[in-house]
């Protein structure tokens, strides 16, 4: 297979589910369509070593993660920043909610982990952590939203 046609079928595969992973942990829809663009464009570039890659897919969710990160800081020194964005669109609110409160570290984890289904693994060398911080990362946050989800349940 050529190198064009390896990467267009690792873009077909790929690129949604990594949208969904960005957009779920920065939480701005634009922003991740930005990223992961980017993110492809940089792995097209570099295909030829990142094509033979364990996880592509974690090399692409962490270049469009530092650039979506970059240009964070970036609007964040603009005189008017924008309203924040809306919440994505997930079938269980309260769950959304809950997710969506953890802090930054400890989504992303999430995220990569339910939502992308990424061993543990892959998640350590996607974030550049251990693998025994993403273990406890992910246990504090299934505690916290265990919590969240209870006292959901509770009130209503």
Same mark, same amino acid.
């Given at each position: 297979?050529?190198?064009a046609a390896d990467f267009d ?8 589910? @990594? ?7 920065? /939480?701005? #829809?634009?922003?991740?369509? =930005? ?20 996880? #592509?897919?974690?090399?692409?969710? *962490?270049?469009? @993660?530092?650039?979506?990160?970059? /240009?964070?800081?970036? *609007?964040?020194? =603009? !005189?008017?920043? $924008?309203?924040? #964005?809306? =919440?994505?669109?997930?079938? %269980? ?6 997710? &969506?409160?953890?802090?930054d570290k400890q989504r992303a ?7 992308? %289904?990424?061993? @543990?693994?892959?998640? &350590?060398? &996607? !974030? ?19 919590? $969240?989800? $209870? ?6």
């Amino acid at each position: 297979m050529t190198r064009a046609a390896d990467f267009d079928e690792f873009y077909r595969r790929e690129r949604a589910a @990594l949208y969904r992973a960005l957009a779920l942990t920065v /939480r701005d #829809p634009d922003v991740a369509t =930005e990223a992961v663009d980017e993110a492809m464009v940089r792995a097209y570039q570099n295909w030829w070593r990142i094509g033979g890659y364990d996880n #592509p897919a974690g090399w692409v969710y *962490r270049v469009a @993660l530092n650039w979506s990160i970059s /240009r964070a800081r970036r *609007r964040r020194r =603009e !005189l008017w920043p $924008e309203p924040p #964005p809306p =919440e994505p669109d997930c079938a %269980d609110s309260v769950l959304a909610a809950a997710v &969506a409160a953890l802090p930054d570290k400890q989504r992303a984890v999430v995220v990569l982990r339910f939502h992308m %289904d990424w061993s @543990l693994d892959q998640i &350590a060398a &996607a !974030l550049r952590i251990p693998t025994g911080t993403v273990k406890s990362r992910l246990h504090r946050s299934l505690a916290t939203l265990r919590s $969240e989800l $209870e006292d959901a349940r509770r009130e209503s």
